[in-house]
């Protein structure tokens, strides 16, 4: 063991000390925050019965902002408990439970659009690198293809998914056509980034390769592919949360039951008779989508804290 | 001089215009000729944008002359280049900096389908001649410049190609680090037997470095003249020698009469 080993030794631990500090110092502000929002959620609720005791009409309140009676913006203690409370008559299982089974199914169709998504996105970059034509004229396509609503193109998909797959090795399953449908937004964070990350690999790296007699495919694997990846992270992070967003709408507008969709589906057909159950599911697809986000920004550390380079902003 | 054994690099009218027929056109060389033996140490110098850096690139074929032609170990430059026939090494390191040191100096063989256990041993081979064998598991951003840039060596010279082509590999390092890597690599010259063609814009460093000193004239480069140097072995010494700043002397006052020309 060297003195300069243990040098680096030392800056790695401190390093690792620094992440660790940064971490929680993230998850002490989320918290702040969080108080924050239920302070003021809490205090307008307030707001709104002090106006309402003293008879006196408030214009704003119901026409521009939302109103505050309960059935709006139920109690946040009501919200709460209703995790505990079973949200059917006839069966003990608390919300809560329904939610979590819900968020898994969810869950499980999000993570194979994501999968589906980054694939294909890698390979629409890949292709586009080649060429500059290529590039100008498929880049306005993919643009285009992420202003259709998804609510369209959901229906589509889904009974695609169900007549024309039957060749498959395996029974093509209604959740998986939800899959494609996350993908459909998936793909393009991860397409956009990745040219990008593909093209930010070093002009003198590049010669250097040349020099070698690298192939195309040894460039891309060995210098563009691995320059691309802290590009990449940051695509994962969008492509996260609209893996999830993707699959709770494509559940919404497939008619596929057992996910978060249908849950919200069901829950906001009957908000006049329980309305913190909605809120107590949305509560649980936000948690879900900040593990999501968490698990990418893990990965992400354990992959670039190797190199020493900074993670590109969100 | 007299004819060599072999010839490693042939230069023959080569001119090399960048942007040709368009407003920005460059004439970026013009009409060079050289002949370079193998096993030789030559310095190309001259001042900015002299297009002696353009010289190294077409000799690698990384770009191609408007006229004339160049060979390399009897083939033409591009056949040299597909054949691996040169390592290259630039003012920056150019070293991924997701690989560890090993990994960098394992690329090219890994590129050229070498088994893992083959490039781990000329890895390790490599990186003892250029003094870094206890920093193979480093990574490049725990390194100094200095160390860097003897991994990059190492790197190109892994594969053990004939031809070691360089650009201001030195450039970027403090004049202690810079005059103890010239040392090492004369060292590493003595032992390998490997022609290097080496761009710098430093008079004393071509001087110390070779064996010919070529010095080249302002856009559109030209080569203005060709000095011999015959120092014998280098050593401290030699640095401090009269004859070594009599050379100096001579590089400097040829790059003069060029500048004045202007």
Redo the contacts between chains.
Sequence with gaps: M?A??EV?RE?RRHDRAEATKRTARRIVVFVVFLVVLALAYVGYKAFGRTLDDAQTDWPVIGNVLPRTDDLTMPPIADIFAEFGQPPQRNSSKPLAAFIAEAALFTLREATLGFAFGVVFGLGIAVVLLRSKWIEQGVTPYLVASQTVPLVAIAPIIVIWGSTSLDWLPFEWMTWMSVSLIAAYLTFFPVAMNGIKGLQSA?P??M????????SRR?TLL??QL?AS?PYLFAAFKIAATAAIVGAIVGEISGGVRGGLGRLILDFASRYTTGPSRLYATVIGAAVLGLLAIGLVTAVEYLVLS????EPLAL | MTEPDRWAVTISNVSKTFNQGKPNEVHALEDISLMIAGGSFVSLIGPSGCGKSTLLRLIGALTHPTQGDIGVNDKSADQARLDRDYGMAFQTSGLFKWRSVTENVELPLQLMGWSKTDRRERAAEMLDLVKLGEFCNHYPHELSGGMRQRVAIARALSFRPSLLLMDEPFGALDEMTREHMQTELLDIWNKTGKTIVFVTHSIPEAVFLSQRVIVFSPRPGRIASDITVDLGDRTFETREASAFFEKITEVREALRFEESRI
Excluded at chain 1, 306 to 309: F, G, L, Q, T, V
């Design positions: 060297t300069r080993d680096a800056i070093d003198a790296a010669e250097l390769m040349r020099s070698y007699a690298a040894q060995r210098l691995p990846v190797k190199r020493r380079e």
